[in-house]
C-alpha cells in the first residue's frame, strides 16, 4: 500500500474549465455572503489554467453576467463584441451560397455575443476565484476516485515519477488523496472519471447514447486589410459529404487575428475518412483561403465535443457528488455553444451544494440538483433545441435543416415532437471492404498542413519515461480486428498522429502508439469500433500547452 498524505477540504473540483471555476466562484461568493468558512480546492491536469481549453468560442454572456455582474469593470477579456453574422452552404471548393437569415434557426445568431479565447477567459475565472479564497491547483491531474461505502469521499491525484515499467524512479512521488464532503467532476467531454462515475452508478440508465463530434480549430495571424473584427462565419456542406454531418466556422478576433475551425461528428460512416484532412481541405474553400491566404497559422488544437443535448444527459448526481459541464454533456448543439451552459450547470451545483452544507446532518446524494436544474434557463434552453442533432442525424443536411428552422423559428423549440438518436458513435462505422477509400491531397504548407507540424504549434509535451496514458484492453485486437475490418481507423480519426500501424521486415504489423504526441481530443476512447482504447491522465501538467485558445 502506497502511503499518501491527506488533505480534507470541504468541496473538491476537478477540472479549472468553465463550469469548474463557475462552481467554485459561486461557492466562494455563498460562503462570503453567509459568513462562513468554506475550504474550497480546484485540481486541474494542464500546466497552467487554460492550457488544456479549447473552444470556438463565440461567447454568450448570460451566465456569466449572474456569476460576475461587474465583469466588464474587473477586466474580463470579453471585449470583442460580434458585429456580423454570415452563413454558407458550401458545393464544392470553390462555390458557396450565402444562406438569408430568415432560412437560418435562430438559435445562430449572435447578437449581443463576444468573440473571445476560452482559454484566457479561464485564467481570469482562477484568478477570481483565488481572489475569493480558492485554491487552485494547475499541473495536478485527478487520477482515480476515492469511493467507500457507496459514496464519493474525493480523488487521489496522480502519481509522479513513476516509469514506463510502473516501477517508481528516483523522483518518484505519491499523488495525495484530496478529501471532500462534496466532490464536483468538471473535467470537460468525455472526462475519464465522469466516465467511470456514469458505468458505476448507472447514471446513463435512462439517457439516450451520448453523441459527440471532433472540433478543430487554428488561430491565424492575417492580412489587416482583410481583418473584419467581430464577424462570425459559419458553413456547413463540403468538404463533407453528405452522409457526414458538421460545420466550419472562422471569427475574426481581436489584433489581426481569426480562428478557423471545422466540427465534424463522430457518427461518421466511412473508416477512411480522415477528420483532420477534411479541415486541411476546407481551408482551400474560398471564403475561408480569401482571408487566410497570405497570413501564418500560429496555433493548432482539436478536442472532442459532447453534443448528444438534453436526451442524452446522465442523471448528474451520485452519492458524494456532481457531474457538471460538458463531464455531463450540457452544450446547446442547436447554439454551437457549450461555455455558457457548462458556467450555469457549476453555478446551480454550487447553489445546490451549499444549501446541503448548511444543514446539520450530512447528506450524501444532492438529488435536489435535478428540480434546481430542472427549474433553470439552462433546462429551458436546452429542452427547447432537444430535437436539434436527431433531426441532423434522421433527415440530412438540408431535411434536417429544414425542420431544425422551422422548429426554432416559428415554434421556439416547442414542436409536439421528440426525436431520439440512440446509435452509438462507435458502432456507426462500415467495413471497409464496404467503404470508399478517401485520397487526400498533400498539404501546400501554405493553407493546409501535416499532422506533425500541427501538434508541435501546439506545444503538446509528456514525460516521456512513464506509463502510456492510452491504454488497450487488448493488444490484439487493432491488428487482428480493427485492421482487418475497418483497415485501423485510429491511423485517421486521431488528429494527433499518436496511432500507426508499421511493417517489420517479415512482413508482420504493429500497432504503435505515440502517446507523446496526444493533445488529450478523447477522440479515440470515442471512436474505436472495438472500443479498446482507455484514455487515463498521464503524469500532470502533461499534454497541450494552448496560449489563447
Not at 460512416?269 to 474560398?286: A, C, G, I, T, V
Request: with cysteine.
Amino acid at each position: 500500500m502506497v502511503e499518501r498524505e491527506t488533505m480534507e477540504f470541504d468541496v473538491v473540483i476537478v477540472g479549472a474549465g468553465p463550469a469548474g471555476l463557475s462552481c467554485a466562484i459561486r461557492l466562494a461568493q455563498q460562503a462570503q455572503e453567509k459568513q462562513q468558512e468554506l475550504m474550497i480546492c480546484v485540481v486541474e491536469k494542464g500546466s497552467e489554467v487554460g492550457a488544456h481549453i479549447l473552444s470556438g468560442a463565440v461567447f454568450e454572456t448570460k451566465a456569466l453576467d449572474e456569476l460576475i455582474p461587474d465583469w466588464a469593470e474587473k477586466n474580463a477579456p470579453v471585449t470583442t463584441k460580434v458585429t456580423e453574422d454570415e452563413i454558407y452552404l458550401f458545393k464544392d471548393q470553390d462555390k458557396a451560397t450565402s444562406i438569408p437569415h430568415f432560412a437560418v434557426p435562430k438559435t445562430f445568431k449572435n447578437d449581443g455575443n463576444y468573440i473571445v479565447s476560452m482559454g484566457n477567459v479561464c485564467r481570469w475565472l482562477a484568478e477570481q476565484a483565488e481572489q475569493l479564497g480558492v485554491e487552485v491547483f494547475p499541473g495536478f491531474s485527478a487520477h482515480s476516485l476515492i469511493v467507500e461505502d457507496d459514496e464519493v469521499k474525493g480523488i487521489i491525484t496522480g502519481d509522479m515519477g513513476v516509469g514506463k515499467d510502473g516501477e517508481p524512479k528516483d523522483s518518484y512521488m505519491p499523488g495525495m488523496e484530496l478529501r471532500a464532503k462534496y466532490t464536483v467532476f468538471a473535467e470537460g467531454c468525455r472526462g475519464h472519471l465522469g466516465k467511470q462515475l456514469i458505468s458505476q452508478f448507472a447514471l446513463d440508465k435512462d439517457a439516450t447514447p451520448q453523441h459527440y463530434g471532433i472540433g478543430f480549430k487554428e488561430i491565424w495571424q492575417i492580412d489587416p486589410a482583410k481583418h473584419q473584427e467581430g464577424k462570425v462565419v459559419h458553413g456547413t456542406g463540403w468538404p463533407l459529404d453528405n452522409e457526414t454531418h458538421g460545420g466550419s466556422f472562422m471569427y475574426h478576433a481581436e489584433n489581426n487575428q481569426v480562428v478557423v475551425g471545422l466540427i465534424i461528428d463522430l457518427n461518421y460512416k466511412n473508416p477512411y475518412l480522415s477528420p483532420f484532412d477534411e479541415f486541411q481541405r476546407m481551408k482551400h474553400q474560398q471564403v475561408f483561403k480569401g482571408t487566410l491566404e497570405g497570413g501564418e497559422r500560429i496555433a493548432y488544437g482539436a478536442r472532442a465535443i459532447a453534443k448528444g443535448g438534453l436526451h442524452a444527459l446522465p442523471k448528474m448526481h451520485f452519492p458524494g457528488g456532481l457531474l457538471v459541464g460538458c463531464d455531463a454533456g450540457t452544450l446547446n448543439f442547436a447554439k454551437i455553444k457549450g461555455n455558457h451552459t457548462a458556467m450555469k450547470s457549476g453555478i446551480i451545483a454550487a447553489d445546490t451544494i451549499v444549501a446541503a452544507l448548511s444543514e446539520e446532518a450530512h447528506r450524501a446524494d444532492l438529488s435536489e440538483f435535478t428540480d434546481n436544474f430542472k427549474s433553470s434557463w439552462l433546462y429551458d434552453e436546452l429542452y427547447q433545441s432537444r430535437n436539434f442533432g436527431p433531426a441532423m442525424h434522421k433527415f440530412g443536411r438540408i431535411l434536417g435543416g429544414a425542420y431544425n428552422m422551422v422548429d426554432q423559428n416559428l415554434f421556439s423549440g416547442s414542436l409536439p415532437f421528440t426525436l431520439k438518436d440512440t446509435t452509438l458513435d462507435h458502432a456507426s462505422l462500415r467495413l471497409a471492404k464496404d467503404s470508399q477509400e478517401i485520397s487526400y491531397p498533400k498539404p501546400d504548407g501554405k493553407l493546409s498542413f501535416d499532422k506533425l507540424s500541427s501538434v508541435f504549434l501546439s506545444n503538446t509535451n509528456h514525460e516521456e519515461e512513464q506509463p502510456c496514458h492510452l491504454q488497450l484492453k487488448d493488444a490484439s485486437i487493432p491488428i487482428q480486428v480493427n485492421l482487418e475490418q475497418y483497415a485501423e481507423p485510429a491511423q485517421r480519426y486521431c488528429p494527433a498522429g499518436v496511432y500507426e500501424v508499421n511493417e517489420d521486415e517479415n512482413g508482420d504489423k504493429q500497432f504503435v502508439i505515440n502517446g507523446q504526441n496526444c493533445v488529450h481530443c478523447k477522440t479515440c476512447d470515442i471512436k474505436d469500433p472495438s472500443q479498446n482504447i482507455t484514455w487515463v491522465t498521464p503524469e500532470g501538467a502533461g499534454g497541450p500547452n494552448y496560449p489563447n485558445m
